[in-house]
Nanobody, 118 residues
Framework: QVQLVESGGGSVQAGGSLRLSCAASGRTFNNYGMAWFRQAPGKEREFVARIGWNTGWTVFADSVKGRFTISRDSAKNTVYLQMNSMKPEDTAVYYC???????????WGQGTQVTVSS
């Protein structure tokens, strides 16, 4: 059974940093894409960043480019989202997701709350 467990959320002031972790288990993730999405109150879930498990190639939403980085530690089966220069508009529940490359995201975590105050 695949599980994705996020951690690292919390409250931070604008300009601050947080690092989210997503611990993945239940299968190997070769040829998978691992991603972060977020959903703010009253808004639809939106893509934030993605990393290819094998390749390490990354993709970012325009709204976070230059501020967020995504990485993975294969030995720990963990994906990270480092968030710097945070803004109040980054406030949302952040979700980790995984899916085969070229397909949609099959697996989702339960989410972790991130709140940025001005």
């Amino acid at each position: 059974q695949v599980q994705l467990v996020e951690s690292g959320g919390g409250s931070v002031q604008a300009g601050g940093s947080l690092r989210l972790s997503c611990a993945a288990s239940g299968r190997t993730f070769n040829n998978y894409g691992m991603a972060w999405f977020r959903q703010a109150p009253g808004k639809e879930r939106e893509f934030v960043a993605r990393i290819g498990w094998n390749t390490g190639w990354t993709v970012f939403a325009d709204s976070v480019k230059g501020r967020f980085t995504i990485s993975r530690d294969s030995a720990k089966n963990t994906v990270y989202l480092q968030m710097n220069s945070m803004k109040p508009e980054d406030t949302a529940v952040y979700y980790c997701a995984a899916g085969p490359t070229g397909s949609g995201y099959q697996y989702w975590g339960q989410g972790t709350q991130v709140t940025v105050s001005s």
